[in-house]
């Protein structure tokens, strides 16, 4: 690595540039006009000495070379996200195709630049850049003193690695589902969490991962970990899980030799009412194949979503969650205690059972006890937490 001349402290004032290219005089040309502007410039010849450089530093600006030997620019700006999800980067090639535009594009490049590249027109993108940085600062804390961290994350390399940061801090938490009548636990829900800070609730995994088209890779490893602690669970008590709907057309969820096949007939697969099911002609039949290694189907959330009958042909449930938006103060409101009075006598016509969820009150477990809810869960007996949370009636 070849670092610049000593800088000024107004040229720190202006930020730090980290440069990457391995045409050594050129490199050298580019960061001449760049400390010129008041930058302090650090130099790179290859993608690992510029990952060197960031993980002792942070820059303002990285400016990189495409095409460079052992890691290529594109490479070079994957790693970057893994430590900066804002650094803009501004990527120069000698030899422009479509193909290296577009994943500079995709990869959160803020400018892609032909050479030879004035001195000037480089300046005046590494000034906006830096200013752009700024903002992304600004931006950053605004987000997170709102509580919206999972906004933060925009480009494809940012995705990239946010989700492989929540892969590799992926946990199971639980819920207890209880016995109306018996005040028993009969069941717990798998809540997935992770600890990446980019991912602070399951919609924003999921978020991410369909924007990546990772839907799969996600759920496969969510019933994996589930799996993982299904031996430490009470004796007789089921397990509830969640599928995207996407997961009905991954193949690897029918295997008798995938992880939760073995314990089939004590889950029950919820499928979300929030998320559009794919009304593909062989759903029912899919269905009907997990039913067969004796799983159990579970319509999620009612009354949050798309549904309507739609949902109940396609899925022929054994168990209707109602939402918690129908539970929270149903004491207090006579339309919702009529509807769900109405659900839960259609759905116990059906041969359905009905979980009411987002209890947090003695007053709310009443009234949908008296309405008629065969099982209940929500905050008012525990909260979510590692296998398996105590309960309190």
């Known amino acids: 690595m070849m670092g610049s001349d000593a800088t000024t402290p107004a040229a720190r004032k202006q930020g730090r540039v980290l440069l990457v290219d391995d045409e050594h005089a050129l490199r050298r040309a580019y960061a001449r006009a760049i400390e010129a502007a ?3 410039v650090e130099q790179a010849s290859t993608g690992q000495q510029a990952l060197a450089a960031l993980a002792g530093k942070d820059f303002d600006v990285i400016v990189t070379d495409i095409t460079m030997p052992e890691m290529t620019g594109i490479e070079l700006v994957r790693a970057v996200r893994e430590r900066d999800l804002d650094v803009p980067v501004i990527m120069v090639t000698g030899s422009p195709t479509v193909e290296s535009a577009t994943s500079a594009v995709e990869y959160g490049a803020l400018r892609y630049l032909v050479k030879p590249i004035e001195g000037k027109v480089l300046v005046e993108n590494v000034e906006r850049a830096a200013k752009l940085r700024r903002v992304a600062r600004l931006k950053r804390e605004a987000v997170e003193y709102l509580g919206a961290a999972e906004k933060l994350v925009g480009d494809q390399a940012g995705l990239e690695a946010s989700l492989a940061r929540g892969m590799q801090t992926l946990w199971m938490a639980y819920q207890p589902i209880l016995d109306a009548a018996t005040r028993r636990v009969v069941a717990y829900e798998a809540l997935v969490r992770t600890r990446e ?3 602070p609730h399951p ?10 088209d990772r839907v799969a890779e996600v759920g496969r490893a969510i019933r994996a970990h589930v799996a993982a602690t299904l031996s430490e669970r009470p004796p007789e008590v089921d397990i509830f899980i969640n599928l995207h709907p996407t997961d009905l057309l991954d193949e690897e969820l029918f295997s008798t030799s995938a992880p939760l096949s ?3 007939r004590q889950i029950v697969l919820e499928v979300t009412e929030r998320v559009a099911l794919d009304h593909r002609s062989d759903v029912p039949a899919r269905i009907e194949r997990l039913r067969n290694l004796g799983f159990r189907i579970a319509i999620d959330d009612l009354g949050a979503g798309y549904a309507g009958l739609s949902y109940f042909a396609l899925l022929t449930p054994d168990v209707v969650k109602l939402d918690i938006s129908l539970v929270r103060n149903i004491h207090q409101e006579k339309i919702k205690q009529k509807l769900v009075g109405s659900f ?3 759905c116990r016509e059906l041969g359905m059972s009905v979980v009411a969820e987002g209890i ?4 709310e477990r009443e009234t949908v006890v008296a309405l008629g809810a065969d099982l209940l869960q929500g905050y008012l007996f525990a909260k979510p937490g590692p296998p398996f949370p105590e309960v309190q009636w």
């Open 197 to 199: 800070p980019t991912i």
């Open 262 to 264: 073995a314990f089939a």
């Open 344 to 346: 839960t006598s259609l």
């Open 360 to 363: 947090e009150t003695a007053e």
């Open 203 to 212: 919609g924003a995994l999921f978020s991410i991962a369909e924007r990546l």
């Open 38 to 40: 008041g930058f302090e």
